[in-house]
């Protein structure tokens, strides 16, 4: 199997177990990212809205409650019935559409917003996969993009990786863990952002892309309920570093 093939696979599999945020649909939790969110979109509603790699729907989900029209993508397909099926439950309607993130079935300056969790670290093209998101941006538009520095390689970041999956294997037995290494060790090296994710590279990706009015929100609200919701043998070995970066689309 090619790169996307591989990467298709385990997200398929991952499907069975993902849960939306850390608790599902914790209210508090749900609550938290709508304020974030609302910091970036404003107070506007009914923006035309694309959540790209949505997996189960986590962003799509929240941004339908604010009252967006939201259309979800994704490239796996069981990823896409799950959000379906979360959509279901919640009441709501968000127009779920299978594709790749690089290749887009959209047309020119569509969306008001686009926006990503977690899926900048496992594109094989970034820079043209964020050219690609440019172009279905209206003027002025706005990209959301959500991700964490996951293999930081300082010491003390790898030491505490270490720890969390030995963690891991004792508690949860280990499946996931071992289907993450079977499926990203190969392809690892084909994924530029891989072990370089982190807000300044981030930043560079979306200027070299022509967004403007780059920022970087550190999240720290998010690491703090995160930690909160460990149990105290997880607490000292929590590593989460994610951020969002925002930048705006200013001319084609």
């Known amino acids: 199997m090619d790169t996307k093939e591989i990467i298709t696979d385990y997200w398929d599999q991952r499907s069975s177990s993902y849960k939306n945020g850390v ?34 729907g986590f962003l799509a989900l929240l941004l339908a409650e604010m009252g967006h029209e939201v259309t979800a993508i994704d490239i796996s397909r069981s990823m896409l019935e799950k959000a379906g099926q979360n959509a279901k439950s919640l009441g709501l309607d968000i127009n779920l559409c299978h594709g790749d993130a690089e290749d887009l079935p959209f047309e ?37 993009a959500i991700d964490g520095n996951w293999f930081d390689s300082r010491l003390d970041k790898r030491i505490k990786r270490g720890f969390s999956r030995i963690m891991t294997l004792l508690v949860e037995k280990g499946y996931y863990c071992h289907l993450f290494q ?33 920022t970087i929100d550190p999240l720290r609200e998010v690491h703090k309920y995160q930690k909160s919701q460990l149990p105290l043998s997880r607490k000292f070995i929590y590593t989460s570093s994610i951020f969002l970066i925002m930048g705006v689309k200013e001319s084609r």
């Open 108 to 144: 020119d300056d569509h969306f008001d917003i686009v926006v990503s969790k977690y899926l900048l670290w496992t594109l094989p093209h970034p820079d043209r996969t964020v050219q690609e998101w440019k172009r279905v941006l209206k003027i002025n538009g706005r990209i959301l």
């Open 182 to 214: 079977r499926c990203y060790g190969p392809i690892r090296r084909h994924l530029p952002l891989y072990e370089d994710i982190n807000p300044h590279n981030v930043s560079a990706l979306f200027n070299r892309a022509g967004f403007t009015s780059t």
């Open 23 to 56: 608790n599902g649909f914790d209210e508090e939790e749900r609550s938290l990212w709508r304020t974030i969110l609302r910091n970036h979109t404003g107070d506007r509603r009914g923006l035309k809205i694309l959540d790209i790699g949505t997996g189960a």
